[in-house]
């Protein structure tokens, strides 16, 4: 190869570097086991608050339960 195609040759693979340098990186980045367990503790954390308190939802049906008489039926037939 002579030192004009090195050259261009050279000039392309920079080029093409510099365009690459501009990507989101797609692998993600490595999370330690304890960093995932602090995570998972959170998380197990907040959803065991939320289970507790009640929400509005839930306390407005309870204040609208009526008392429905059943009719007992006559299971003795003549």
Do not use: C, F, W
């Amino acid at each position: 190869m002579n030192k004009k195609q090195k050259m261009i040759k050279m000039t392309a693979k920079r080029a093409k570097a510099r365009l690459n340098k501009h990507t989101a990186p797609t692998i993600k980045k490595y999370v330690s086991k304890g960093d995932r367990a602090k995570a998972l503790a959170q998380e197990q954390a907040d959803a065991a608050l939320s289970a507790n308190t009640p929400s509005d939802v839930e306390q407005g049906s309870v204040e609208e339960v009526q008392d429905v008489q059943v009719k007992p039926t006559d299971t003795k037939q003549a």
